[in-house]
């Protein structure tokens, strides 16, 4: 029983079994838990289908498409393919409006370095403890594995048919051969 007797913010819940955490987050048992209260809904972000949930996890798979867990120096998995709510490299057709992503790094090793391919900023409204006093434009956002984040994003400043991609920014040496590309708009 989970009271909920807190603020709103994105949650995430996964298996907590003694030496398999990591092993059973990477095979699947994951997901995301969202509270919200009055109070958030009182401040007129984007909501329904403008409000997007995002786990990004990274995979690697194997010959016959299942995933392949595969221990690096004793520190935790590290993939190739990024997949977003269990999809690899999706794509999410947008309007020309802003979006809420509530972002969570599902990932067993890999910490994320977040930014649009645009270059246009990420307005930053809530992290793990919910939301923030003062939303903040960042043009990259550090995100740790099993941390989270949430963004808007305001898509109206492109024309329709423009692409644009939520990239992973961190280099080689931080997080393997992962693929820089997260995710197309």
Not at 41 to 69: H, I, K, M, T
Not at 108 to 120: I, Q, V, Y
Not at 152 to 163: A, C, E, K, L, P
């Amino acid at each position: 029983v989970y009271p909920n007797a807190q603020r709103p913010a994105t949650l995430w819940y996964h298996d907590h079994m003694m030496d398999r955490t990591g092993r059973n987050i990477y095979m699947g048992l994951a997901g995301l838990y969202l509270l919200e209260d009055d109070d958030e809904r009182a401040l007129g972000l984007p909501e329904g289908p403008y409000d997007v949930p995002l786990l990004v996890q990274d995979r690697l798979f194997a010959s016959g498409g299942s995933f392949q867990y595969k221990m690096v120096n004793h520190v935790g998995a590290k993939s190739g393919a990024m997949l977003v709510n269990g999809a690899p490299w999706p794509r999410l057709d947008v309007s020309t409006r802003p979006y809420r992503f509530r972002i969570v790094n599902g990932s067993n090793a890999t910490p994320l370095r977040l930014a649009l391919s645009s270059g246009d900023p990420m307005i930053l409204i809530a992290t793990d403890g919910g939301l923030l006093r003062t939303p903040i434009p960042c043009r990259q956002i550090p995100l740790a594995m099993a941390e989270r984040v949430e963004v808007i994003i305001d898509f109206s400043r492109h024309s329709v048919g423009t692409d644009i991609v939520l990239q992973n920014l961190n280099t080689r040496e931080v997080t393997g051969s992962i693929s820089s590309e997260i995710m197309q708009f």
